[in-house]
């Protein structure tokens, strides 16, 4: 069985989202998906409470982040956080990719289920389980062909 340990070594290359969902891809985008865009070799899916902070812990990005408008502008009535570059996240999660490289130095599993990943930049991921009946994240680990997906929820994890 594949774990969180294989995305040590491997670059950061992308911070996204669908819809409120984290995504993290790591390593070579290697194949393309239905829409034509490019795939890296591994993607964590993480659906739970995560955050990722600095040297001294201090928060950089964090789930909620999602739910709000960027620094400096104000929250409406009408806020629309789901438009793409609307929000906390999209914003800050351009920021801490534009430093420069960043890689896994250390990746492993605290608590059965909770993710910690060490990135060279500094910064710390961290993932909390946080339900007691859906997902917690996932983990994508791609070839040109075929994925195979490490799966953490309340009854564990498994490979599908």
């Not at 620094?71 to 801490?96: M, P, Q, Y």
């Not at 990746?107 to 059965?112: E, F, P, S, T, Y």
């Amino acid at each position: 069985m594949i774990d969180i340990s294989v995305l040590t070594g491997e670059r950061l290359t992308y911070i996204s989202r669908a819809a409120d969902m984290l995504v993290l891809s790591f390593g070579d985008d290697i194949c393309r998906n239905y829409r034509g865009e490019w795939l890296s070799r591994y993607a964590l899916h993480c659906q739970c409470a995560w955050r990722i902070t600095d040297g001294h812990g201090k928060i950089v990005l964090a789930r909620v982040d999602i739910f709000f408008p960027p620094e400096g502008e104000e929250f409406t009535v009408d806020f629309d956080w789901d438009v793409r570059g609307n929000n906390a996240f999209d914003r800050k999660s351009v920021e801490i990719l534009s430093g420069g490289e960043v890689t896994v130095t250390a990746a492993r599993l605290v608590n059965g289920c909770d993710i910690k990943l060490e990135l060279s930049n500094g910064l710390r991921f961290e993932s909390f389980a946080d339900s007691s009946i859906e997902e917690y994240w996932r983990l994508v680990v791609r070839d040109e062909e075929d994925s195979v997906q490490l799966v953490a929820e309340p009854t564990g994890i498994s490979e599908v």
